[in-house]
């Protein structure tokens, strides 16, 4: 397993906002500029906040505006509308990708844990699937 840093880029590049043009700065200025009930956020990562821009500028995202678009407004109602506090969502999010092995969630997301709180000893532990000491008694069990 790699060790998930909130290093922008990844495995694609970004792209450079001032080469968008038409659907996608149009997705690109929506994704960057909508504030959600925790404040301003991507509609598609909350995990570099560091640079609010940087979910919405890869390459896949940028190129399939349609489909980024409907894929977005599913986030957005999850993001509005859950119970979960910012920290819970994280755990949440790190557990599940570090069952299913999903490199872009356990990277994106170890950032997004930071930024909420979550030390970087317990994102470490999540990511590789174990269960950090550190985590509240509500983090650490499931809700019934």
């Not at 997004?112 to 699937?129: C, E, F, M, N, T």
Request: charged share 25%; hydrophobic share 35%.
């Amino acid at each position: 397993m790699t060790d998930h840093t909130d290093a922008l880029g990844g495995r694609l590049p970004l792209a450079d906002p001032t080469d968008l043009v038409g659907a996608q700065r149009e997705l690109f200025d929506k994704m960057t500029s909508h504030r959600g009930p925790r404040g301003p956020t991507t509609l598609v990562s909350t995990a570099q906040q560091t640079a609010a821009d940087s979910s919405a500028r890869s390459t896949p995202r940028c190129s399939n505006p349609a489909m980024t678009s409907v894929s977005a407004e599913l986030v957005l109602g999850e993001w509005e509308h859950t119970s979960l506090s910012p920290r819970l969502r994280e755990v949440v999010i790190l557990a599940v990708g570090a069952v299913w092995q999903s490199e872009y969630e356990l990277y994106a997301h170890s950032a997004a844990a930071r930024k909420v709180g979550i030390s970087d000893d317990a994102v470490r532990v999540l990511a590789s699937g174990g269960i950090p000491d550190d985590l509240s008694k509500d983090e650490r069990s499931p809700q019934s």
